[in-house]
């Protein structure tokens, strides 16, 4: 009775633990993903803002500067704010969170601090350019004329510095405090503009020191720190989910292994007891019972685990769609930003130039009063004149309009940014073509190369060697998927800066590409394994290993294939081959249903789960 008692509570004991496995080892859920990418996005956001507002520093210093940074400034503020409060108050996230807010806090401190500067020295240059021609007019009509004309040559020389740092501003300053006084006294008239000027000289600091008081605060390396930290937390997660599954795989075994056991043992007393055959009988009918039950939980099983590979298929699609979508809205946001920044100051110029407009509308338009003599309209024109002259040059009209000439070609480099941008996307995902259709392989290498632009130019250099070409017949999405993935590979697999070289030819009635990367190479014992599917050298969550799988396999339902080459240390070659010769029947037949367009993927994920598509699109 007590072996009985004994052996329920081992078989409890037993289920127990394996409930607790297969409850560690469920699936992360789509809501960790999620919470965990927008996370990231906020980081990058903040960073993108923090550049903006660098870049913002960077720009020399004139009217209206000061106020346009505290949009910048405000939205970094509140941006690195969010951050801070939507991270998960963990261990291992509290020491770089502390550090990302403690610098976020020193970095918009210090912009503030920069802001409140250049609007002091924006109000003396303004109270410069408007008193001092008023100063040097009092100052001739109390008969100083030497002091006068010194006095205006030093207001130029201020106005300039002010304009361009240009100049010794210790020798400004002496010579402001020389010429504050006349006759011994200061009248209040010229304290007030000798005042103004010695805030423009000190009050003026050239921008690279600006910068540099900003980019002190450490943001940059704690916003990265944090996002490694962040990765580093959500990898772990996956980690220990994945090494739940394996004591799963593993318990279960040793499960199977003590069943067989006691089926052994119990095989044996039953043929040493002859007594008992009727029970070994009906023990048999109660074996093949649970043959049949299991079975059915291998079928399950098998089932269970195709569900998963298209699970990992779709997965490796998101993730070929999360890098398109992010990199496509870097690129769309940068020459957007600065086409709004241009845009608004255009609008600020034009409107000072419409000023100067009405001005001469107003001076220009010779009419004589019917109480005014010809002599005294004469002489009230000759004055409006001499009034436009004087806005004229105080408002800087021509520099002004060549200003707006130059924003004006900055936005449209802008737009031509945007519009290659957009034909590449619509040439790489061919939304208005059939599903087969003619085919250059070249012109595929450089439509993905556009889009994949964001993911290389920052370390990697890419060279082209593009032969001529006949056309071919083909599934161009599915070519171009394949381009996108071995170009995703290569710069992959460069760990800092490198090379990537396409090269294109026709090789035995085939066209080639071949992509040669600088990166680290592949060993010889895993140049068997890596075109397995669901066999990646990548760390826990950053790939599906079905990459090349795939790739492999749209290949050989075109009639082509892929060669590899690699040597250790050195770099690897990815070439594929496509038949020159080959029809969209057999196209179409090897395919079958499966021939989709970028658009039918895209919306197919995008039902599948849009909460995850939606954070992709606005992650930069």
């Known amino acids: 009775m007590n072996r009985t008692w004994a052996a329920i509570a081992a078989a409890m004991l037993a289920v127990g633990v394996l409930v607790v496995l297969i409850y560690a080892s469920r699936p992360l859920g789509a809501a960790a993903y999620q919470q965990h990418y927008a996370d990231i996005n906020a980081i990058e956001n903040a960073v993108g803002t923090y550049n903006g507002l660098l870049e913002q520093l960077r720009s020399p210093q004139r009217d209206g500067d000061a106020s346009a940074m505290d949009g910048p400034r405000a939205r970094f503020e509140q941006q690195t704010r969010a951050v801070v409060a939507r991270t998960r108050d963990e261990a291992l996230l509290a020491e770089a969170r502390a550090a990302f807010s403690s610098a976020a806090d020193k970095a918009v401190q210090r ?30 009509e109390t008969g100083e004329g030497d002091a006068s ?38 009248p209040l008239w010229l304290l007030d503009v000798t005042s103004a000027m010695n805030t423009v000289v000190t009050a003026r600091t050239p921008v690279g020191e600006e910068v540099q008081t900003v980019e002190q605060s450490g943001f940059a390396s704690a916003s990265a720190a944090l996002m490694d930290a ?44 002859n007594e008992a055959n009727a029970q070994l009988a009906k023990a048999n009918e109660d074996l093949e019972a649970r043959v049949a039950a299991r079975t059915a939980e291998v079928h399950s099983a098998y089932d269970e685990l195709k569900d ?121 995902s061919r939304l208005d073509r059939a599903p087969v259709d003619t085919y250059d392989l070249n012109d595929g290498v450089e439509r993905t190369l556009v889009i994949a632009k964001n993911m290389l130019k920052t370390r990697v250099q890419v060279h082209t060697e593009l032969a001529e070409l006949p056309p071919i017949t083909c599934a161009p999405s599915q070519v171009n998927q394949v381009l996108l993935n071995l170009i995703t590979n290569a710069s992959q697999a460069i760990a800092g800066t490198g090379a990537i070289t396409i090269r294109t030819g026709v090789a035995d009635d085939m066209v080639f590409a071949a992509i040669s990367d600088t990166g680290s190479g592949i060993d010889d014992a895993l140049m068997q394994k890596i075109r397995d599917p669901f066999f990646t050298t990548k760390d ?18 075109h009639g082509g294939h892929l060669d590899i080459e690699s040597e250790l240390g050195v770099g690897s070659t990815f070439t594929l081959y496509l038949p020159v010769a080959h029809t969209a029947e057999a196209i179409e037949a090897a395919f079958g249903d499966s021939v989709y367009t970028p658009a039918d993927t895209m919306e197919s994920v995008a039902s599948s789960d849009e909460d995850t598509l939606a954070l992709a699109v606005a992650g930069d």
């Open 308 to 428: 998963s590979q298209v699970q990992l298929v779709q997965a490796e699609k998101m993730s070929s769609l999360g890098q398109l979508v992010a990199g496509i809205s870097h690129e769309i946001n940068t020459p957007l930003l600065y086409l709004q920044s241009n845009t608004t100051l255009n609008k600020e110029t034009l409107a000072r130039v419409e000023a100067f407009i009405d001005l001469c509308h107003r001076r220009l338009v010779p009419t004589r009063r019917q109480d005014e003599t010809t002599e005294a309209a004469r002489r009230r024109f000759v004055e409006g004149l001499k009034e436009l002259q004087k806005a004229l040059v105080e408002g800087e009209i021509r520099d002004e309009l060549k200003e707006v000439l130059l924003l004006t070609d900055d936005n449209l480099e802008g737009l031509e940014e945007l519009t290659v941008l957009a034909q590449g996307l619509k040439d790489f």
């Open 149 to 186: 004309q010194r006095f205006f040559g030093l207001m130029l020389r201020v106005l300039d510095y002010g304009r361009s740092a240009s100049g010794d501003p210790d020798a400004l300053l002496d010579q402001i405090q020389s010429i504050s006084f006349v006759d011994g006294a200061a």
């Open 111 to 140: 912009a503030a601090d920069i802001e409140s500067r250049r609007t002091g020295y924006q109000a003396a240059l303004q109270t410069v350019r408007e008193q001092g021609p008023a100063a040097v007019q009092q100052l001739r």
């Open 230 to 273: 962040l990765r580093s937390t959500h990898a772990a997660d996956v980690r220990s989910r994945n090494d739940a599954r394996v004591l799963v795989s593993v318990y279960s075994l040793a499960l199977f292994a003590g069943l067989g056991w006691l089926g052994v043992r119990l095989n044996r007393s039953y043929a040493e007891v």
């Open 540 to 557: 826990v969550g950053s790939g599906t290993g079905l990459g090349l799988s795939i790739a492999d396999d749209i290949l050989a339902k």
